[in-house]
């Protein structure tokens, strides 16, 4: 966003008039690759990185030790990056895929840059499209692929990773933690803002006013502290200055367990979004107390479509949202009375 805000006011204004507090800073050549993510240690050391997803592609990281008066290439992959960010002068870490390659990229230096070492080619995430570092060993990556994703985290420096978040319907694709306990993202998917207090164990969510904010989603979430933070998408945002002016809500909780989730699927919702009638399908492998719940956004019991014992075999129910108004609505699927996942629907009149 960096240079292309400086490009766009530099065609705005008149050819004849000079600006004494900003001047252009270029690139070199990098076969027309975008660059997706910028980082300053201080007023002199910076790194970049480029994303382009383009088959084939040769995407680089780069580096500037003038305060980006001059770069250069110091690693190139066959794949893109999204995000790099350093901890110290010398570690810093960049994430992405690998172009053709199932799985997320996590490489490290310990040089400045100078030399980069892959650490992770997760087979558990389609793609890494953003981290957060909190040291050399705890990391945080973000997948918001509907059926791999998630939040995933490493303590040991990627040797092994927990899932600590997954839902379909509100897959993440930014993650930021000020400390070990306190943590935000956001998924281009939905208006919620979900926090955790307890290093990710618990995620709680939050919706921001919508009488007057419309955004549906954030590419992008920062907080400096517990109060201050912003999010936004490519063309707006929002920022907070007292933690946000709503309750953060924990009714839906989306934490599941994985050997359940393997036995039974929940299917998006169709047509989704929906005026009325929408159908959800849903599988079992074997016979279980099933049901199907829908909520609304703050969490409360709207409607129990399914419950009773079902053998295995695929299901299809009509939910009809003729009495209810307009919104994002959550249908979960209980196994045995165990939540094994949720999913969002959202209705327009």
């Not at 900003?22 to 050549?29: A, L």
């Not at 009488?211 to 920062?222: A, D, K, N």
């Not at 709503?246 to 998006?268: R, V």
């Not at 299809?316 to 108004?325: A, I, M, R, T």
Request: glycine share 10%; proline share 3%; aromatic share 16%.
């Amino acid at each position: 966003f960096f240079f292309s805000a400086i490009a766009l006011f530099s065609y705005a204004i008149p050819l004849n008039i000079q600006s004494t507090n900003w001047y252009n800073q270029y690139f070199p050549n990098l076969n027309g690759n975008p660059i997706s993510d910028i980082t300053f240690l201080d007023s002199l050391l910076g790194y970049a990185v480029t994303g382009n997803t383009t088959a084939n592609s040769v995407n680089y990281i780069l580096k500037t030790t003038n305060g980006g008066d001059n770069w250069t290439i110091k690693d190139s992959l066959s794949g893109l990056y999204n995000r790099i960010i350093f901890i110290n002068q010398n570690t810093g870490f960049t994430c992405g895929l690998k172009l053709g390659v199932s799985g997320g990229y996590l490489a490290k230096t310990t040089n400045g840059g100078g030399n980069w070492n892959r650490i992770e080619q997760a087979s558990f995430a389609l793609a890494f499209r953003d981290m957060s570092v909190l040291n050399n060993d705890t990391i945080w990556v973000a997948d918001d692929n509907g059926f791999d994703g998630g939040l995933y985290r490493t303590t040991n420096g990627g040797n092994s990773w927990i899932q600590q978040y997954f839902n379909t319907g509100y897959q993440p694709n930014k993650i930021y933690f000020v400390n070990r306990n306190l943590g935000f993202f956001c998924s281009s998917s939905g208006s919620l803002l979900f926090r955790t207090t307890n290093g990710g164990f618990n995620w709680q969510y939050q919706i921001p006013d919508t009488s007057l904010i419309t955004i549906m989603g954030y590419s992008f979430i920062q907080f400096v502290n517990k109060k201050i933070g912003w999010a936004y998408n490519p063309l707006e945002g929002i920022h907070t200055i007292n933690g946000g002016d709503t309750t953060f809500l924990s009714n839906i909780n989306n934490q599941i367990t994985n050997n359940i989730s393997n036995q039974y699927k929940l299917y998006q919702n169709y047509p989704n979004p929906f005026n009325s009638m929408s159908n959800i399908k849903y599988k079992i492998e074997k016979t279980s107390d099933i049901k199907i719940i829908i909520f609304d956004i703050t969490g409360k019991e709207i409607e129990t479509l399914i419950n009773k014992k079902q053998p295995s075999g695929n299901y299809e129910v009509k939910f009809n949202g003729e009495n209810l108004s307009s919104g994002i609505y959550f249908y979960s699927l209980f196994v045995n009375n165990d939540k094994v996942d949720t999913k969002k629907m959202i209705l327009i009149k």
